[in-house]
């Protein structure tokens, strides 16, 4: 007979991106997510904003988001139950991700990359300490940044 298998260890947390994609991390939860940026929307009105998102996938990833408290489900009909969604403050918060990402997406795509209105210079997102003022460009990887 052999000896009963050590007691697994405690697992760390896992990395901050690893902790931000378990919330976000598919196609159709940021869709969702860009959609509701706009302001509260019906469910048929998701998914008609949503090209290709199946109903069921759809009802999934917003249960997915609300039990993430990235959205807010509004009932206004008990019968049948219908639902008012829209973002909640950390859902809110995404906005800044998506345009980054988009704009990402767009300058490898070979697209136009955003523009200052004012003088229509590219523009260029940068990490900065609000405290001292000066840039964080050299933190490495995500996994590296310093979180206290």
Wanted: glycine letters at 8%.
């Amino acid at each position: 007979m052999s000896p009963p298998p050590d007691p697994p260890e405690t697992a760390p947390n896992p990395p901050p991106l690893t902790q931000a994609l378990q919330r976000v991390g598919d196609r159709w939860k940021l869709a969702v997510v860009a959609v509701l940026l706009d302001g509260p929307r019906r469910f048929g009105e998701i998914a008609t904003a949503v090209d290709g998102i199946a109903p069921n996938v759809l009802t999934q990833r917003l249960r997915q988001l609300e039990q993430a408290g990235l959205v807010l489900a509004v009932p206004y009909s008990e019968r049948p139950p219908r639902f008012l969604y829209e973002l909640t403050p950390a859902g809110h918060d995404l906005a800044g991700v998506l345009r980054l990402l988009a704009d990402w997406g767009v300058r490898h795509a070979g697209g136009d990359p955003l523009r200052h209105a004012s003088c229509g210079t590219p523009l260029e997102a940068r990490w900065y300490c609000p405290t001292c003022h000066e840039p964080a460009d050299d933190a490495g990887s995500v996994d590296q940044l310093y979180y206290a």
